[in-house]
């Protein structure tokens, strides 16, 4: 079993590689980046739960990355690594949004256990009540379990398995923007990336069917360069 998906970002080949391989001993997949701009190309890609970065690292440097991750994505975890120990640093890298910091040279055993924290503290956040095998709204009525709603119309629609698992996670998260990486994850999997396009269309699709008005929605928003929300009204 997958524990979790890290973006690792060190320029240094040796501690790269040290690090890539007693994490994915640990039963993580470790993706690789050795700048600071292909960093940022893995993070707009797919989703991860922990990003590791150096500071000293070529291009863009960590505080850079940490910065334009904050720009977009408020919940994955950071844990930055620098040569760099004096308070002064530390404090930068955690007021420009890092979550941990940690001084070259460390205690292997110790990363390893501040990884597992703060994965384990993010994926605790991020759990949300559910409201059930069955949700009504708007005059809509969802069963999540069957697939089957039933719109204000009186209307039946068939839903994909796909379709009420991202009702699910949107509706679970009401009032609250649920990231493109998130849904990307928790609906499509590790390994699967569809387009922002192909997430559009569902949105399209849940704005036909439960809105009385799908050009001015009410319910289905969504939120330009963060995700998509939803709300009940």
Known sequence: MIKGNILLVEDEEHMHETLKLNLEMEGYTVTSAFDGNEALKHFHAE????????????????????????????????????????????????????????TKPFNLEELLLRVDKLIAKNKKIQVKESVGDQYSFGNNTIDFKSQIASNFNNEQIDLSKKEAMLLKLLIDNKNEVVTREKILQLVWGYNVYPTTRTIDNFILNFRKYFETDSRHPIHFHSVRGMGYRFTDK
Do not use: Q
Request: no cysteine.
């Open 47 to 102: 989703y991860f739960d922990l990003l590791i970065v150096d500071i000293m690292i070529p291009e863009l440097d960590g505080i850079g990355v940490t910065e334009a991750v904050r720009v977009h994505n408020h919940e994955l975890p950071i844990l930055i690594l620098s040569a760099k120990n004096a308070s002064k640093d530390r404090v930068l890298g955690l007021k420009k949004g890092a979550d941990d910091y940690l």
